[in-house]
C-alpha cells in the first residue's frame, strides 16, 4: 500500500497575525518501493511535506495516509513511524549514545521489541550501512569519522525497519566518495529490500540519477511531479524557480544555444556522452 | 621562504589532545597576495584543521605559521592576525551574534575599538559589498542561508582584512545561496586584490581557484592549477576525490576521438569545443 496524500495544505500558526501558510493543495501518491525525489528552492515547503508523511506535522486541511493509516489517529501514530523512518539532515548531530550499538538500539527499544530481537535489528542495521558490528558496535559514535557518522546515523532509523525511508539532503557535506557510498546504499535498500525512498536533495544530477519519479514543489505548491526526463524537460521553468539543472542538461542547453540540435533532452552525461562520440563518428 | 608569501605554511604538524590519528603531518605551502586557493580533500583529511591555523585558532605542534611575517605562536601577534585574516564557517545559524544585521556587522569593528563614526561608515560599505544594504535593520534570524553568509563576510569586511578563508562556507546553502556567497567572493578578489582560501567538497568551486592543495589523511598529496590537479584523476580517486563532471566528459570524449581541447573544464568551454568540432 502507499502514502497517500489527498488536498493537503498546512499553515503554520494558524489564526494567528503570524500565519504562514507553507503548503497548499498538495495531492501525491508515493508508491510501495518507488524512489521519489523532491527538488525545490529554500522555502518551497520540502521540509514541511516530508514532515507531514509520518505525522511530525499535521494537515491544517486534507489528509495523509500511510498504508491506509491516516496521521490524524494519534493512536496510530506510533505504528506510523515504524512504517515511515525519517532521517534529517546532518542526522550525526543527533548521536548521543555512549556506543554506536546503544544508538543504533534506541529506537527498536522504543517500538517496545524484546532484547534479543533489538540485538538482531542493531546487528543488520550496522552490516548495512557498511559498518562491521564487531569493529563498531561498541565505539563511541564520537570516534568515527564523518561518514561513519552518518552512517551509524542511518543505522539508528533502519534498525526500526522501516517499509519507507525519507532522507533530507543525506549526502550533504560529504567528500565525493562519501556521497557515492550514501547514494549507493540507498539504491541497494530499494533494489534489495524494497524500500520505498523518498529523497530531497539540491543535487540535481543524484536525483536524476537515482529516483523514478521527481516532485517538484515551488512556493507551496506542486508544480509536477513525473519522471526525471519529463522533469528536466521543463529546464527553463525550473532555471526560472531558482533551481539547478542536472549537468549533462546544463550542457544540452549550452549546445542548442550554439545552434547544436540535440534532439532528446538528456539529463544523464554518460547518456548524452555516447550521443556526442555517436555524432562524432558518424560525421567521419 | 618563498618570497612575497603573504601565508606561509612550514612543516607544519599537529594532533588533537587523545585522538590516535595524526591531523596534519609536514605540510609546507605557501599563499601568494591576491591569490584564490582551494582545499580539497575527504572528510577528515586535515581541511578545516589546517584552515583554522591560518588565523591561528589552532597553532601548530610542529613546524611555523606566518601571516604576513607574524608568527602565529607569538600570542601578541593574535589579533593582528585575526584581524587579516577572516573566516567564514559552514553553519550559517552559528556565526551570526547578535539579533539586527548592522548590529553584527559591527560587532567585529566594535571590538577592535575602532571609533562609532569610522564603525559607521565600515559597517554600511561592508553591507554595500556584499549586497545586503537593504536588510541593514533586519532581523539576522530572518534571512535565508546565503544571506547569512554573505552578512558574515560583511562582518569579516567591517575589519578590513586581508585574506578570507571559508571553510565549506556553501555545504548547507542550496544552489542559488552558493552562487551568492561565491560571486561575492569572486568580486572581493576581483575587485579589491582580496586573498581568499576556499575549503570545499565540491569540486567544481574548486575549479576557479588560481591553485589547488589536496589533503588526504592528513598530508598534503597534490598542490597545482585546477587543470594539473583535475588531471590527475588516479590520485583524486585514492584520495576520495573526483573530478569535476564536465572534466570527466572531456575525457571521455578525448578518448573516442573528438579532437577537442584539454583546457576545456566547464560546462561553456565544452560547449565552445563541441560545436566547433561538430559544425565542422
Redesign the interface.
Known sequence: MPIELTQLSHTYLPGSALAYPALGDISLTIQDGEFLGIIG???SGKSTLIQHLNGLLLPTSGCVLVDGLDTREKKLRKQIRSLVGMVF?YPEYQLFEETVERDVAFGPKNMGLEEAEIATRVSEALRLVGLTPSEFAEKSPFEL???EKRRAALAGILAMRPKYLVLDEPM???????R?EILALIESLRSDLGTGIVMVS?SM?DVAMYADRIAVLEKGSLFMVDTPEDVFSHSTELLEM???LP?AT??VR??R????EIEHDYFR?DE??QD??G???H?R | MTPNAQIEIVNVGFQYAGAEKIALKNISLSIHKGEVIAIVGHNGSGKSTLCKMLNALLIPAEGTVTVDGMDTRDEKNLLEIRRRVGMVFQNPDNQLVTTIVEEDVGFGPENLGVPPAEIRVRVDAALNEVEMSAYAEKASHALSGGQKQRVAIAGLLAMQPEVLVLDEATAMLDPRGREEVLSTVKKLNQERGMTVVMITQFMEEALGADRVFVLSEGRLVMEGTPKEVFNERALLEESRLDAPAFVKLRDELLAAGLPISHEAMSCEALADELSRVLKA
Open positions: 528552492h529554500t522555502g539532515q569519522s564523518g561518514g550533504a557535506g560529504l567528500d565525493p566518495r562519501g557515492r539540491h544530477d531558482g533551481l539547478n549537468q546544463q550542457l549550452a549546445l544555444a550554439r545552434g547544436i552525461m548524452l556522452a556526442l562520440i555524432r562524432w563518428n560525421d
